[in-house]
Structure formats: structure tokens, C-alpha cells
């Protein structure tokens, strides 16, 4: 038995609708059978609240889908991703590259749902923003999506204040997020919604997929408590439609929502996985495999489709979308250009950073005033230097602001320049962010606020770096510049003891593809380090600064620091630039290696010192540079680190020595350890003179 869909002109306006969900419905099915994998129940589920989202509610103009003042449509439950490539497909997203041009042509085709999870298909396994057009922040590590929407709503918040004239509401938009239980259970989203509810984002809605259902079964087994109470007691504003397929329900809590003030709102959405599905709904057999051919074709004909067609949209449904997401967001957006226009004329330097902020650029003028540290054997900390320089780019750079996890005294994060504040409900103008003791969240959020334009950072101590770790790993993913200052960066808060020492954490992020790691040895090293960051438009970066003081190395003496930006260079030479053995180190054990380089000297052996803050940006130098510093004849080579060794043979050699840490640290006075885990002169002299030896 085959359905015939009756024509267009024919259909009712709530057919209509049920004719775009159900388009929705059945390309999710297809495409997952098609793949033979993903998920297609909560699609089949979701697929009312997607299309009363898009077609009824965003702001979006698929023409133009990085405009500035476009609300966000954030999928949380990135499984659902069929969902995501079905708007952007239905819609007509159009493609935009990496220097923010469109390209003219669509994001997602229906073949690329046709090769749903393919090599190269721009409809890929889950949400991935730097890959496809409309994806506004990448989703599958469950509760990241909800976390980083957090930091779009504060970003939203912070520019409205900043840029918005009376008669002139150049940012007003607002951020949908989409989640599941998996979401819900994970702590990062806990943590992101304790502290949405604190700063009363009002312009956040998140819509939560209460199915019942995970992989393992119902969620019964694992999660029972009351979600809408504990959101209440966030400070949100909790609302509940209790039938999924409501589409007009769902259209009106959102309107509930925009006339929310002071509060996020929290929408529990009541679904059946599978919706539709004879034998499957309401089972976890519905998350994540395919339904099989037999069930599909009884799917299609609940929904009213033919059974035999695959990848069918049915006559009048783009019409539908252009006719309502089309025509509304273009008509904003014009809008919205005409608004700019005349603010441009009014308020030039506004509109010029807004122009620049869109493309990641700096404002001239972003790196003056940067300190310059004058040689000192006692030195500042590296942490200290950090907070000197950000406080200067905070002030040249308007949109750059940032936090810390509740460690912004001993971080040196705070802005304390007259006029920065802090960022909170009723200041949102405050530059200074407080995350409260959330890392992971606050990593999210960071990237939540990269992906609205503003430049962010957060801060914790690298040992919690551990804690911020999965949304760093996204910002490398999505392309996003991200900053992560991470203090503390080795033994120098010796008493504390290794539950506070970081031993494999430079190693563990430097495995991260794409993330920029940096670990400058003083005070001038750290400026560099940030001039270096701050230029970059698609990469993340890792900061790793120093509690001690270090001392801070005479420039006229060695080489100046600007070697940083090559991530590594000779700071200190043999006569005549010819050594016969190098020293390689970062961060606190670089004016280790200086002080042993002059024992050397004073030996009369030909020592040269490299400072190596980051081995990413080395290793993309040019091979006559990389060989300039490292010559590939000088074998004796030792490398000092107070961190893992593992890694470091690619420097060294088979041959070559590395003093590291091969175990967790210890509670003692900074001098003893180093004296313990041998990070002294000698030790380094010594292990120079084995090399020489052949030892
Ligand atoms: C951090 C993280 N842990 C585990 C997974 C694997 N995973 C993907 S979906 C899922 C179940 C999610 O359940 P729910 O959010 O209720 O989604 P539904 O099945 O209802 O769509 C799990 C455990 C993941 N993607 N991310
Ligand atoms: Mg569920």
C-alpha cells in the first residue's frame, strides 16, 4: 500500500505544517538506514519543536546565517543532528567560508543527507560548526551545547550594553538551545545553568527532551530526580508542554519566554522517542540504530508518505520555509542592515568594532602600551606578568574580557583598571567574568563567547585544566581562538603537594590537535606570548604561567623575546654560534638552563640554550629555521621541563636526556623538590657533560 500526498494548493494550513514535520521525520529516517547508523528516534520525536523553532520563531536569515543579531538555534543533543542537516537543508542555509563570505550555494544538499555520515558529507555523524554553515557551536560530548549557550547569552548581553543607542537595538537576540536526559545528567550543564540562573539570562531558553529514555532503557535506572524543581531552584522560569506534537503549545510557552524578564527559561517538552514508529517508539531501540527497512515503510505510512520513496520533499514544503524562516529573517535582517547603516553614521567607532569583532580582527592600536619588563635576577612570576598584560589589551581591545574560577586573586585575572567591573545581572557591561568554581562550565562558556565574537578567556590553575579539558578539546575542533590561562603550571606551589602539581597536563594538551600550547619562561616571554595569541583568529590557546617569580632575563644580553612567536629560539649561544651540545627548556626551567649554560661556558664547553614555550608553533616553522635552532649534527641535547617527559624524544633524540617528572610531585618547599626531582643547575650541567660524554 502506497500514500498518496494530496497537492499543495489542497492542504490545509495544519497539514501543511504536519507535511514539513514529516519531511523532517522521514529524511532523518532514510538517512540513518541509508548510513546503516546514527539515530533516528528523537528526530522522529523533535522534528514539531525543530520546525515551530525555525519556521515560527527564529530570527535567522538562511541567506545570511552569520549575521550578527540572528537568535541562536543551539542542538545539544547533537545525536539528533538530523534534525540540524534537515533545517539547514530545508531552509536553505547558505555556505559561508572561513573568511566569513557566502559562498552562494547551500550548506547541506539533499545528497549530502543522502550521504548522511559520509567521507566528506556536509550532514557528518553530529553538529560541527567550523564544517557546516548553520551550526552554531559543535555538539555530541552531551551537555556542551546547553553549556556553551550560556556563553552566547552572556555575550548577547554584554554587546547589547555595550553597542545599543536608544532607537538603536543592534543586538537583541536570543539563544535556543535543544537537550536530552544525557544533557541533563551531565555536570557541566548543572554548572552552566547555576550560573545562567545567577545572571538572570533572559535572552537563554533551553528546551528539554524529556522522553524517558537513554541507551540503556528508561530512565528510571539512573535518573529520577525532579529536573523542573531543580531548575526552579537555579532561578529559572520552568514551563512544560506536555504533548511534543503541540506545535502551537510550543510556539506559545516561546512566547512565554520572550516575555520573561530576569530569568532564563527552562521548557520541559514531554516526547515519545520514535514517534510514529509501531514497534519501536517510546524504546531505547529507537536511539541509535537504524529502524530497519520494514519499519521504516510503517513509519512513513503513519506519517501519511509513500512508503517507496526515500529522500522525498514533497511539493510546497521549501515554498513553506522560504514563505515563513525565509521571508521573516530576510525582512529582519534588511532591517537590521538599514539600522546599521544609520548607527554607522551616528556612532562610526562603534559600528567600526563591530565590523572588526565580526572578522576576529584587532583595532589598531590593540598591542600598544604592552609592558616591557627590565632584567631582573629576582624576577616576576609568570602569573604576575600575565595580569599586567591583560590588564593593558583589555583596555586597548574593548571586546576582550574574561574570568576566572574563582581563583581570579591568585590568577591574576581581574581587571582592575578603573572602569573594567565585573560582569553581572545588573552590570553587564563588566569585563571581568566570575564563573564561580564551575571549570568545565566556564571552558564551555568561554567558547560560547568566542563563538559570538567577543574574545574570551578563562582561568583556573593548570591542574584543573583536567576539569576544563573536554570543552578545550571542542575549541580546537571548532576552529575557535579561545584563551585558557592556566596558572600554577608546575611544582611552584610546592606545598600544596601533586593533588595541585601538574605532571602530564603540557603533554596530555599538547596532544590535542590544532590547540596552541605556550609556557613562556619570564616576564617579557609572557607579553610575546600574548601578542602571539591574541593575532590568532581559528586556533585555541593554552597559557602556562608560573606562580614563583622567575627571574627575568637581561634582552641585551640574550636574544630578544620575540623568538616566541617562532615558538622556539636560541636565546643564549656558544661562541660563534657553533655548539657542540643544546639546552632545551620552558617556562621555570629556562633560566635553569641559562644558569647552567654559564657554568658551561665558564668551562669552556660550547653550550647553546633554546627557550622552547611551544612546540606548535615550532613545529610549524620552516625547516632551515627549525634546523637553525635545533642542527641536526648536534646530538648532545638535553631538555628540562618540570613536567612528563614523554614527548620530548622528538627534540632530544635516541640519545638525548631529558630531566622531567616521571612521577607525581610531592607536598615540600619549592627548593627541596627541585633539589628532589633534580631541576638544578648542576643536575642540567651534569647531564650536559653525559651527553658530551656519550652517556
Ligand atoms: C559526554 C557524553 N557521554 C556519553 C555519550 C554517548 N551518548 C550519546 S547519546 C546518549 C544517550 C543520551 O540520552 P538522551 O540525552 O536522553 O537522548 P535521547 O536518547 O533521548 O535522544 C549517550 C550516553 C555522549 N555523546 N556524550
Ligand atoms: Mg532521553
Not at 551531565?186 to 539570562?201: D, I, N, R, W
Not at 528508561?218 to 529520577?224: E, H, L, M, S, Y
Not at 643544546?582 to 664547553?605: C, D, F, Q, R, T
Amino acid at each position: 500500500m502506497s500514500t498518496a500526498i494530496a497537492p499543495v494548493e489542497k492542504l490545509s494550513a495544519t497539514e501543511l505544517d504536519q507535511l514539513c514535520i514529516n519531511t523532517i521525520r522521514t529524511l532523518s529516517i532514510d538517512a540513518v538506514q541509508q548510513a546503516n547508523s546514527g539515530h533516528p528516534g528523537t528526530p522522529m520525536a523533535l522534528a514539531p519543536l525543530v520546525y515551530a523553532i525555525w519556521n515560527r520563531v527564529l530570527k535567522f536569515d538562511p541567506k545570511d546565517p552569520i549575521w550578527p543579531n540572528r537568535d541562536r538555534f543551539v542542538l545539544s543533543n547533537g545525536h539528533a543532528s538530523m534534525l540540524l542537516w534537515s533545517a539547514i537543508h530545508l531552509t536553505g542555509v547558505q555556505t559561508v567560508n572561513a573568511d566569513y563570505e557566502t559562498l552562494g550555494h547551500p550548506a547541506v544538499t539533499l545528497d549530502d543527507i543522502r550521504h548522511f555520515r559520509q567521507l566528506n558529507s556536509k550532514a557528518p555523524g553530529h553538529p560541527e560548526y567550523h564544517w557546516v554553515s548553520g551550526v552554531e557551536t559543535t555538539t555530541g560530548p552531551l551537555g556542551q551545547g546547553v553549556a556553551t549557550s550560556v556563553g552566547m547569552a552572556i555575550a548577547e548581553k554584554w554587546l547589547a550594553h555595550r553597542y545599543n543607542r536608544p532607537d538603536f537595538d543592534i543586538f537583541n537576540y536570543n539563544i535556543y538551545a535543544v537537550c536530552g536526559d544525557g544533557c541533563l545528567m551531565e555536570g557541566v550543564a548543572s554548572e552552566a545553568a547555576s550560573l545562567a540562573g545567577h545572571l538572570g539570562l533572559d535572552n537563554l531558553c533551553w528546551i528539554y527532551d524529556n522522553n524517558h529514555i537513554t541507551i540503556e532503557g528508561n530512565t528510571r535506572i539512573a535518573f529520577t530526580e525532579d529536573v523542573q524543581t531543580r531548575f526552579i531552584a537555579y532561578g529559572w522560569n520552568v514551563l512544560r508542554v506536555g504533548d511534543a506534537n503541540d506545535i502551537d503549545r510550543i510556539e506559545q510557552a516561546l512566547e512565554v519566554f520572550h516575555k520573561t524578564k530576569g530569568r532564563p527559561t527552562f521548557i520541559v517538552l514531554d516526547s515519545h522517542i520514535g514517534y510514529g514508529s509501531p514497534h519501536k517508539q517510546d524504546t531505547a531501540a529507537a536511539h541509535g540504530e537504524p529502524l530497519g527497512e520494514d519499519e521504516v515503510r510503517l513509519c512513513k505510512r503513519a506519517y501519511g508518505f509513500p512508503e517507496d520513496a526515500k529522500f522525498f520533499v514533497p511539493d510546497g514544503v521549501y515554498d513553506h520555509f522560504t514563505a515563513n524562516i525565509g521571508k521573516r529573517g530576510a525582512e529582519a535582517r534588511q532591517k537590521w542592515a538599514g539600522l546599521f547603516e544609520t548607527y554607522r553614521n551616528q556612532y562610526p567607532d562603534l559600528a567600526a568594532e563591530i565590523e572588526l569583532m565580526q572578522k576576529r580582527e584587532l583595532p589598531t592600536g590593540w598591542d600598544r602600551n604592552l609592558p616591557v619588563f627590565p632584567a631582573d635576577a629576582k624576577g616576576i612570576a609568570g602569573r604576575d606578568a600575565s595580569g599586567k598584560t591583560l590588564n593593558v589589551l583589555a583596555q586597548n581591545i574593548p571586546w576582550f574580557l574574561g574570568g576566572s574560577a574563582d581563583l581570579g586573586p591568585s590568577n591574576k585575572t581581574l581587571f582592575t583598571y578603573p572602569g573594567a567591573g565585573d560582569f553581572q545581572a545588573d552590570t553587564p557591561q563588566g569585563k571581568t567574568l566570575h564563573f564561580g568554581i564551575r571549570e568545565h562550565a566556564m571552558a564551555a562558556i568561554v567558547n560560547g563567547l568566542n563563538l559570538s565574537k567577543v574574545r574570551a578567556f578563562g582561568a583556573t590553575f593548570f591542574i584543573f585544566s583536567d576539569y576544563a579539558r573536554p570543552a578545550i578539546r571542542l575549541a580546537s575542533l571548532m576552529e575557535l581562538p579561545s584563551i585558557f590561562v592556566f596558572t600554577h603550571e608546575a611544582m611552584g606551589d610546592g606545598e600544596d603537594g601533586p593533588t595541585h602539581q601538574p605532571v602530564e597536563h603540557l603533554i596530555s594538551l599538547r596532544a590535542i590537535p590544532g590547540l596552541i600550547t605556550l609556557r613562556p619562561g619570564d616576564a617579557n616571554e609572557v607579553v610575546e606570548a600574548y601578542r602571539f595569541i591574541m593575532q590568532l583568529r581559528h586556533q585555541p590557546a593554552v597559557l602556562a604561567l608560573s606562580r614563583q617569580p622567575l627571574p627575568t632575563l637581561d634582552r641585551k644580553k640574550y636574544a630578544p623575546a620575540s623568538g616566541v612567536a617562532q615558538g622556539a629560539y636560541v636565546l643564549a649561544d656558544a661562541p660563534g654560534g657553533n655548539p657542540e651540545v643544546i639546552i632545551i627548556a620552558s617556562g621555570s626551567e629556562v633560566s635553569l638552563a641559562v644558569a647552567a649554560h654559564e657554568k658551561l661556558v665558564a668551562e669552556g664547553i660550547r653550550s647553546r640554550v633554546v627557550s622552547m614555550p611551544s612546540w606548535e608553533i615550532f613545529d610549524h616553522q620552516p625547516q632551515t629555521y627549525r634546523d637553525s635552532v635545533l642542527p641536526p649534527k648536534v646530538k648532545a641535547r638535553v631538555a628540562v621541563e618540570q613536567g612528563s617527559i614523554l614527548g620530548w624524544g622528538r627534540y632530544v633524540g635516541d640519545s638525548g636526556r631529558v630531566i622531567g617528572m616521571n612521577t607525581f610531585g610531592a607536598s615540600a618547599p619549592l627548593k627541596e623538590l627541585q633539589k628532589k626531582f633534580g631541576f638544578e643547575p648542576d643536575q642540567v650541567v651534569a647531564a650536559a657533560k653525559g651527553q658530551l660524554a656519550g652517556r
